[in-house]
């Protein structure tokens, strides 16, 4: 019941060890702790000396550095004796109860062995009387003859009243005159033993006497402490009363048996029905059970000290378990079936509130017996909870409209969850306003569970949530619901379609925002600095980026990858969309080039459409992303780079098209090659800065090559062929000034603000010099 701390506090680095430490090199791995501690339990052991010769050579950096290792050497010390306990407690405490059984076995054989060596002895004094001769027959006459007339002895008449008056006191209940009698008789018994003061027979009757009033007293004191009457003083004092009888085990079982009777009959006045919910059912067996365990431990500690210690732990979590079994059945089952994680959460904080007033007064530990068998119940009502987000997400989301919003008038927000974004309320269409609601809740709810070690398993349920939403946001992108597939099976929640470019992007936003910012803030609930209340000071809110767990900052990784699922099916629908026409047929084959130079008019140089197509969806969604996307507009860039990526990655990666310009029967011609430089330096130029990664111009710069290459192959110059770069340029930025609306730049300048404009000129004429060659 008390804590034992470990003798073996002192701990250190060995020999060399610590050598190793400071010295920079590694210990090796596989060194156990045994091995480590081995020089500390030699019995010649010097600390002191041991201590000089390790710092005698060492500066200050050196000593801090074997402080600390003696530190965590010390912690490992300790936790692996108490995991040592632990693991041999139920051995141990089993032992311990049969041990005192035995005790109590051998004192009932010591007073049954003295009881029969007093009757043999009797026997063999009365054998040597009657065995004496004839011719003394008349002097032992005598002798009777002078007994009979002699007076008998104090003590022969106290031998002979002491049943009678041990009687009297059993029957008045005179418990302590009764236990001091028998003591008396004992004492008596003894000394007229070694003093023969009483003849063999009064002897043997006195210690027969002893022992049948011995046994009849601790029956009655065993029937007084078993009446439902019997409480307080009166059942510490039989119990007490058993324990000078000798018969400590029996009555210690006595005093637990008699708290749990009294339990039980309490217990019968609480009924689940009558209440309103589990909390209360929760709080009122809680009084009971706990009040009752600390009772049998303050009326044993009274009596018996430390002496059934073991039996006082087990008898204190068998009730624990108990009671841990009906807050189940009749106030968490129901909670947990439902999804009330909230109801769950209060009846397992009630049950741990009272459990840690128990702790607090005896050092006696049942939190963990409790938090284990709640567990199950309460994992129950976690995914009960999660899938009801689920659910009311998916039906919200086969109505949503897909515009952004701020937050409906009146809805509950958090001081501490809310998200600024530049000063403004996030925007979220309405599905996803309700998901992170909804998700505020579960945060709350979780949060006081962390000394179960579920926030783990919270942060798991809800990433599986956050990946259903976005598969149904997935599924509102047209033409995806035939192709997109979760990672847990086919999608096959309806959901509303985007039809717009504009609601296509809510659907990114909804995600972005979810995923980069207001999620991870919900998760700060479950850091260790929120719930001791550090997070409530606003002037320490800026500590929540630095304050995450790791197991934060990987979930926050996970959300991203979500998000980039979504943001790779939209890139791809939009390419494809660009690509094929509704036919099936592509609008980016190898015909587009190799059939210029087969016809004979005179060619008006503008870029293909399907690049043009590119350009205006980019600078479309580009003006309608700088609305929706504001503070964010790094995610907004990006995604625009990726559906650039997209279409050039397809052009790179298409065999069929490079197998046609590379190796068909129609050579790539120079009115070809000159529609495809003329192709690539258009994406060029509109994509620096934008709309173009470094990857995708170093990927544009390679098919460009690898089609100056195919060209080469037919024996001609591609510098032969080819404009100027002025050309190319002029005729792009025509182009592009048409679509965007924009004035170009004069006199052919280039934008000096771009960061890509001077690698862009570069590489191109750096592919002209090297196809050329």
Known sequence: MASAKSSRSRASAPSGAHQATVGGGEQEAGVQLADKLKIFKTDN?????????????????????????LQDLKKASAEEMRKSVYANYAAFIRTSKEISDLEGELLSIKNLLGAQTGLIRGLAEGVNIDS?????????????????DREPSELEKWVEEFPDMLEVLLAERRVDEALDALDEAERLAADAKQKQTLGTADLSSLQNAISDHRQKFADQLAEAACQSSTRGVELRAAAAALKRLGDGPR?????????????????????????SYGGAYTAALSQQV????????????????????????????????????????????????????????????????????????????????????????????????????????????????????????????????????????????????????????FFEDVGPLLSMQLGGSSMDGLLKVFNSYISLLINALPSS????????????????????????????????????????????????????????????????????????????????????????????????????????????????????????????????????????????MASIASDIFV????????????????????????????????????????????????????????????????????????????????????GMNPDSVLPSDDWFFDVAQETISRISGKARFGNGERDSNSPTASISAQSISSVRSHGSS
């Open 290 to 441: 706990f009040s009752a365990i600390a009772q049998a431990l303050n009326d044993s500690q009274a009596v018996f000290g430390d002496e059934y210690a073991s039996e006082l732990v087990i008898w204190s979590t068998m009730q624990a378990e108990a009671f841990a079994h009906l807050v189940k059945r009749y106030a968490l089952a129901s909670s947990a079936a439902a999804g009330g994680l909230r109801a769950a959460v209060e009846c397992v904080q009630i049950a741990i509130g009272y459990c840690s007033l128990l702790e607090a007064c005896w050092r006696l530990s049942l939190s963990s017996v409790l938090l284990k068998l709640f567990r199950p119940s309460v994992e129950q009502a976690l995914d009960a909870n999660l899938r009801r987000i689920e659910e009311s997400t998916a039906a919200l989301a086969a109505a949503d409209d897909w515009l952004l919003s701020y937050p409906p008038t009146g809805a509950r927000t958090s001081n501490r969850t809310s998200t600024v974004v530049l000063g403004v309320q996030p925007k979220l269409s309405s599905s996803a306003h309700r998901f992170y609601l909804m998700v505020q809740d």
């Open 45 to 69: 052991f010097d600390p002191d000396a041991y201590v000089q010769s390790k710092c005698q050579t060492m500066n200050e950096k050196e000593i801090r550095h074997l402080c600390n290792y």
């Open 251 to 275: 009555a210690h079982t006595l005093l637990l048996s008699a708290h749990d009777q009294r339990l039980q009959y309490n217990m019968q006045v609480i009924h689940p029905t009558n209440t």
């Open 631 to 714: 503070g964010r507009e790094r995610f907004a860039t990006l995604l625009m780079m990726r559906l650039t990526e997209t279409v050039i990655l397809w052009l790179s990666e298409d065999q069929s098209f490079w197998e046609d310009i590379e190796e068909g029967q129609r050579p790539l011609g120079p009115f070809g090659l000159q529609q495809f430089y003329l192709d690539m330096q258009f994406v060029i130029l509109y994509g620096q800065g934008r709309f173009l990664s470094r990857h995708v111009h170093q990927v544009i710069v390679d098919i460009i090559e690898r089609a100056m290459a195919a060209f080469s192959a037919t």
């Open 481 to 620: 619901m035939e192709e997109e597939t979760n990672l847990d099976g086919p999608v096959s929640k309806l959901v509303r379609i985007a039809e717009t470019e504009t609601q296509q992007l809510a659907l990114l936003a909804n995600a972005s925002l979810l995923a980069e910012d207001l999620l991870p803030r919900a998760v700060m609930k479950l850091s260790p600095l929120y719930q001791s209340g550090v997070m409530e000071d606003p002037r320490k809110r800026g500590l929540e980026r630095n304050t995450r767990m790791p197991e934060q900052r990987e979930w926050k990784k996970k959300l991203q990858r979500s998000v980039d699922r979504l943001r790779d099916s939209f890139c791809r629908q939009h390419a494809l969309d660009l690509i094929f026409t509704e036919d099936g047929d592509t609008n980016l084959g190898a015909d587009m080039y190799l059939n210029m130079d087969m016809n004979s008019e005179e060619q008006e140089w503008t870029p293909s459409p399907i690049f043009q197509e590119l350009y205006a969806k980019l600078n479309r």
């Open 132 to 148: 004496l001769s004839a011719g003394s027959e008349g002097s032992t006459e005598n002798d009777i003859s002078n007994v009979e």
